[in-house]
């Protein structure tokens, strides 16, 4: 008999695939990708949903978003459940939340936390969507407490930011600690078109909240997380102690439609003698799976002395690491404003540009040259020129 099919499982690709003896420690790129091919069989879940609005946008927006919404509650399934919060932190209707918005992102989380707690349902996606129209000046700290807490609750915050200087960086890594996403607008992509396509991407979970879980061997000493795909976004700087060497990666919502989920992780490896080494082993789980992994397995990788038996270049590692280049540097250039270093805001922005020069993103090259002259001319760099360049990162189409 044939093993039965698992719903999800992990693939990846290390590059260097073989790595030599060398003198020195060895760079690695471990690019991990969530197979979905078992969930195709698989029915949509029921979504549980809490909509709520931060600040005040531009009528005009605010009819386009009114508009997206009632398209949205229209289109509920009979299973669905889709509430709207005002000011009031009560289901109020989709005018109240729009009318009258809740006053701060804290307050939005503490209303999705009250409301969706009394609709956890197992068989449901639960998520809190939040129309961000202000430039979040709030602590962060409590912001990300309370969203790690509704994450602990499998309850995911969907982010969509409407303001051209809130603290993107912060946004993403709220909606990132329960495996949400932030969506802006683009060029040719209003925000409420944004807003309707993660909407139906919700509707279409097929697992719910999953995770994957890492075990690392004592050799390897990890370094910075990526998200690749859907978008490019960078997650965390990775620091695991003698004592716990696991790395557990929020994926949120698994759908059956678009790329699969891709991660990046890089890391640093010691030398080493020839032989076999262990990597990490692998857990994929899933709130619908139970305690038990849907999936396990292990990466091992071999150490040779002989060139010849390195094989080829893994280039798909090569294409993800290009891809998170430019979101890696983009956060630079906000630390190293945040911390005052002016002179990693004006290297880091010249690497930027030869990047871009690189790639042929004349665009790019462009605006971001401009932004540097105007660093080096007044040492102000505002918060509308960071996330310009956290988009053009996770949206090539800006260069």
């Given amino acids: 008999m044939s093993a039965p099919r698992t719903p999800l499982s992990l693939r990846w690709r290390v590059d260097p695939p073989i790595s030599l003896v060398t003198d020195g420690a060895v760079d690695v790129g ?64 989709i005018e109240a939340c729009f009318d009258r918005p809740v006053p701060t992102l ?16 197992g068989r449901a996606a639960t998520r809190l969507a939040v129309v961000v129209n202000t430039a979040v000046q ?46 802006v607008s683009q060029p040719g992509r209003s925000l409420a078109e944004a807003v309707l396509d993660r909407v139906e991407s919700l509707r279409d979970q097929r697992a719910l909240d999953v995770q994957i879980e890492l075990t690392f061997s004592p050799i390897v000493q990890p370094g910075q997380l990526f998200r690749v795909a859907p978008s490019p976004v960078f997650l965390r700087n990775v ?30 490896l010691p030398k080493r003698r020839i032989g076999r080494y262990r990597l990490f082993d692998a857990r994929v789980y899933s709130r619908d799976g139970g305690e038990r992994p849907v999936w396990s397995g292990g990466a091992v990788q071999r150490c040779g002395a002989d060139p010849s038996e390195a094989g080829e270049v893994e280039a798909e590692v090569i294409a993800a690491r290009e891809r998170v280049e430019v979101t890696a540097w983009s956060e630079e250039v906000a630390r190293c404003y945040a911390e ?60």
């Fill in 340 to 399: 005052g270093d002016a002179r990693g805001v004006s290297s880091t922005l010249d690497r930027l540009v030869r990047h871009f020069v690189t790639l042929g993103r004349k665009r790019s090259v462009e605006q971001v040259s401009q932004m540097r002259l105007r660093f080096l001319r007044s040492g102000a760099l505002s918060r509308a020129d960071v996330n310009r360049l956290r988009r053009m990162a996770s949206n090539p189409a800006l260069g």
């Fill in 138 to 183: 709030e602590p962060m700290q409590p912001l990300l407490t309370a969203a790690g807490a509704l994450s602990e609750r499998a309850i995911g915050v969907e982010l969509f930011c409407g303001h051209s200087a809130a603290d993107l960086g912060l946004l993403t890594r709220l909606a990132n600690l329960g495996g949400g996403e932030t969506r």
């Fill in 106 to 121: 804290a307050g939005a989380l503490d209303a999705g936390a009250r409301l969706l707690g009394n609709l956890r349902d």
């Fill in 30 to 93: 471990a690019l991990l990708t969530l197979d979905r091919s078992g969930l195709v069989d698989r029915q949509a879940r029921p979504l549980n949903l809490v909509v709520a609005q931060v600040g005040t946008p531009r009528p005009s927006r605010t009819a386009e978003l009114k508009r997206v919404f009632g398209r949205i509650r229209e289109a509920a399934r009979p299973d669905d459940r889709l509430i709207f919060v005002g000011a009031g932190g009560s289901g109020d209707g």
């Fill in 239 to 268: 620091r695991l102690g003698d004592d716990n060497r696991q790395l557990t990666i929020e994926v949120g919502p698994v759908t059956a439609r678009g790329p699969d989920p891709a991660f990046l992780l890089t890391a640093m």
